[in-house]
């Protein structure tokens, strides 16, 4: 689980840094993308640390809410914080990602 905890940070490090150099040049729709990712890969480190599954879905809200209810506080008021953060980036996240989908559906 180590493995893929360091993998998921990994990941969202360097998606901040590509989100900080597309910002640089002015590409400020592929910079918002890569920071949502970021958050959505730090996001299921945390799930893998906390000793559970990230979303498939892109709903690690929902992970996050499940285990906070087995937390103590302070870690569940922190949880609950990053649950709502995470609600309103995921509408984003799957818009972005999915853009041509949906589009088409429309």
């Known amino acids: 689980m180590d493995s893929e905890k360091h993998a998921y940070l990994e990941s969202a490090i360097a998606q901040l840094e590509e989100a900080e150099l597309a ?3 002015k590409r400020y729709a592929l910079a918002a ?16 640390h906390l000793g559970s599954r990230p979303s498939k879905k ?8 499940r285990l906070s209810s087995a937390k103590e506080e302070p870690m569940k008021s922190k949880l609950i914080e990053l ?14 990602r999915y853009r041509c989908r949906i589009v088409n559906t429309l």
């Open 23 to 25: 910002f640089e040049h």
């Open 33 to 48: 993308l890569l920071s949502a990712m970021s958050a959505e890969s730090a996001t299921s480190a945390l799930i893998v």
């Open 83 to 96: 649950v709502e953060c995470m609600k309103e980036l995921e509408p984003h996240i799957t818009m972005a």
């Open 58 to 65: 892109h709903r690690n809200s929902l992970v996050l809410y």
